[in-house]
């Protein structure tokens, strides 16, 4: 079966199945409300300082970003509000206080779930997770304590609450598939951040694994493979050895240069969603950040996010990558992805419509709010501005326009900003790619994001699963357009970088040194490969393969080509 993808690596192992927690609740009859009261105030306590290890776990294991929720959790156990209507339970109806506890719970769980909104889901499940653990505090049962694992074992479940996420270590649960679930739930960035692979997403069918199943996933492909063959086994088992053993000898490039044989150095960044990935960015080695998509700060929530709560995620990223550069896109909503409160008009073709640059163009209060937060966090780092999905001149006229206005308010208010933050746009579509040497007079910089810029050049939209072999990065017209776009930049002495996913991609990053880029940012995780690969090459000789694949007419030819003339 298949899932999404969540956090990447290969998983082989025992399953354990975590039930969700339904206590039969019986009726109790002849019920004294005051017992019942001082059960539900006992219960209550002990959930807390249950729920204040987790915290103190999440924070020495996970970062203290991710100990937040429990702190909302706690504050849950305090609200006034949910307490005296499970203390109204008890008295109006003699309910004992596992079953008040349970009838609230179901009518927030409800209420929530019925908003229809992906932020208030996610409360749902809060309120779940907490209201299960006071239940079971209350009829003395003991949850499956996920950290008192210890044997190896990859858990299988509905969904996980990241109480129970925050609690897994990785050498005893060494993957997780959960049912429900997005690439941004909490629990996919806890795994992520944790290093354990996992799935999520898989839907109904997960229900035919059992306990004890011996299973087999791909946390990079999404592939999950239930009481295997052995050929299927001993294929991944090879591919986990190889991977590991190619991790553990990457680990000398931390520290090193990015240089080529020949001496042309390279800048290496990583591409993040949120403030939690700045750890997989220092333990890559990763020499600034040069795409970090702030959409993730407006997803998974109801409401926009404040200046003040934008500032400060640009200013932690900002300070802990000081002095190397941060390049922050603005936000890039529309396309794939969809956020409820905007409202958004539903489109035929949402990725040639209403996305990105073009709503802050016409929503100017939201364009300027994230403006503000940008240019108040500049003085705590090395920071750049870029603007995705640009697709005219007049934009670029409009936006720095906007940075204007925005500069003369923040003065006024003698807010003290950098007053020459370099802006930049991304090249992602193929109209500014071809008058890239005429925008080149007005921007400092250039990013390359070859994900969308492939979609729109060979019309395949980049979701759909059904024509992903059309989608191929090798094509030879995407190759032409990335090697004028960088000589453009070089004529024009602007930077140039390309931070789609063909730049961690270890057969297109020799091709891309030898058109000259000096620039890349990628996923972490693909940091240290792609600096092993450009220690091992001469530029000089790669220029001339860089010039035969852009004569080729298809991907076919330019692959085998690469495969026959490039080694590392
Ligand atoms: C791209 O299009 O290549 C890119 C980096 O942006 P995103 O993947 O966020 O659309
Ligand atoms: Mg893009």
Redesign the pocket.
């Known amino acids: 079966m298949n899932g999404i993808s969540a956090s990447p690596g290969i998983a082989l192992g025992k399953v354990v199945v975590l039930s969700n927690n339904t206590a039969v609740l019986l009726k109790k009859e002849n019920i004294d409300p005051q017992v019942e009261k001082e059960r539900l105030q006992e219960s209550i306590e002990t959930s807390y300082s249950q729920i204040e290890e987790l915290r103190k776990h999440a924070i020495a294991n996970v970062g203290k970003k991710e100990s937040v929720i429990f702190e909302a959790h706690q504050m849950m156990l305090k609200d006034p509000k949910i307490m005296t209507a499970i203390e109204k339970k008890i008295c109006d109806k003699e309910l004992s206080a596992e079953n008040a506890v349970n009838e609230i719970t179901s009518k927030y769980v409800n209420l929530f779930n019925n908003m229809n909104s992906e932020y208030m889901k996610e409360r749902a499940s809060d309120i779940k997770d907490v209201m299960g653990r006071v239940i079971n505090n209350l009829m003395g049962i003991n949850m499956l304590d996920i950290s008192k694992i210890n044997e190896e074992v990859i858990i299988v479940a509905h969904d996980l609450t990241p109480s129970e996420t925050v609690q897994m270590d990785p050498s005893k649960i060494i993957g997780f598939i959960t049912e429900i679930g997005g690439k941004t739930s909490h629990s996919a960035i806890m795994a992520r951040t944790l290093g354990i692979p996992a799935i999520v997403g898989v839907g109904n069918k997960i229900k035919s694994i059992k306990e004890n199943d011996f299973i087999v996933f791909d946390g990079s492909s999404g592939e999950i493979f239930v009481r295997p063959t052995d050929t299927i086994i001993e294929k991944y088992k090879a591919i986990k050895v190889s991977q590991k053993n190619e991790k553990a000898k990457l680990k000398k490039y931390i520290g090193k240069k990015t240089i080529s044989k020949d001496g042309f150095e390279v800048t290496l960044e990583a591409n993040i969603g949120t403030p939690s990935e700045l750890n997989i960015v220092h333990e890559n080695d990763a020499k600034g950040v040069g795409?970090f998509?702030t959409e993730f700060l407006y997803m998974g929530r109801s409401n926009f996010p404040s200046e003040d709560e934008q500032f400060s995620a640009y200013k932690e990223v900002l300070e802990s990558l000081n002095p190397y550069p941060v390049v922050i896109r603005t936000l890039?909503i529309g396309g794939d992805k969809q956020v409820e409160y905007f409202n958004l008009p539903k489109e035929m073709n949402p990725f040639l419509g209403y996305r990105a640059i073009r709503i802050c163009l016409e929503e100017e209060n939201l364009f300027k709010t994230q403006l503000r937060a940008l240019y108040r966090a500049s003085m705590f780092g090395n920071l750049k501005i870029m603007f995705?999905m640009v697709s005219s001149l007049e934009e670029i006229i409009r936006i720095k326009e906007i940075i204007e206005v925005v500069k003369l308010e923040l003065e006024e208010k003698q807010i003290v900003f950098n007053h020459d933050v370099e802006l930049g746009i991304m090249i992602?579509i193929p109209a500014v790619a071809i008058i890239s040497d005429k925008l080149a007079k007005e921007v400092d910089f250039f990013s390359i994001?070859?994900?969308?810029?492939l979609q729109y050049t060979v019309a395949v939209d980049r979701m759909n699963q059904n024509i992903s072999h059309l989608y191929n990065q090798h094509h030879p017209a995407l190759l032409r357009l990335i090697k004028s776009v960088i000589e453009n930049g070089k004529n024009a002495k602007i930077k140039v970088a390309i931070?789609?996913e063909t730049a961690g991609n270890p057969k297109l990053i020799p091709i891309f040194l030898g058109m000259g880029l000096r620039e890349f940012s990628m996923s972490p995780s693909s940091i240290l490969k792609a600096r092993e690969i450009i220690n091992k090459l001469s530029q000089k000789e790669m220029q001339a393969h860089a010039e035969a694949v852009t004569n080729f007419s298809s991907a076919k030819e330019v692959e085998s080509y690469i495969k026959k003339v490039i080694r590392f």
């Open positions: 795409l998509r890039d995705p992602e994001g070859t994900n969308d810029l931070c789609g």
